[in-house]
């Protein structure tokens, strides 16, 4: 499936969740990210991120599609990184 994720948590742990997120999708936009992702390791990405999270001040908010070609993308002004194809 592909996803698009962000993250609200506090400034202690923006790191934290920043590098967690990076492991498992491509970071385009400061808390935001995106990608292909099976239904396990979004299962194990969330898990994970339940240990980090406070849930009465922090939040993850996950949008599901089947596939990318579902979504149109549109980016004014500049990219923050490529989210392309990457060896």
């Given at each position: 499936?592909?996803?698009?994720?962000?993250?609200?948590?506090?400034?202690?742990?923006?790191?934290k969740?920043?590098?967690?997120?990076r492991?498992?999708?491509?970071?385009?936009?400061?808390?935001?990210?995106?990608g292909?992702?099976?239904?396990?390791?979004?299962?194990?990405?969330?898990?994970?991120?339940?240990?980090?999270?406070?849930?009465?001040?922090?939040?993850?908010?996950?949008?599901?599609?089947?596939?990318?070609?579902?979504?149109?993308?549109?980016?004014?002004?500049?990219?923050?990184?490529?989210?392309?194809?990457?060896?």
């Open positions: 499936m592909y996803i698009i994720l962000m993250y609200d948590v506090n400034e202690k742990r923006t790191g969740m920043l590098r967690l997120c492991k498992y999708l491509s970071w385009i936009q400061n808390s935001v990210f995106e292909e992702i099976s239904d396990v390791k979004l299962k194990e990405l969330k898990n994970m991120a339940a240990m980090i999270m406070d849930y009465e001040t922090d939040s993850l908010i996950i949008f599901k599609t089947r596939n990318e070609k579902w979504l149109e993308k549109e980016i004014v002004g500049m990219e923050r990184a490529e989210t392309g194809n990457f060896l």
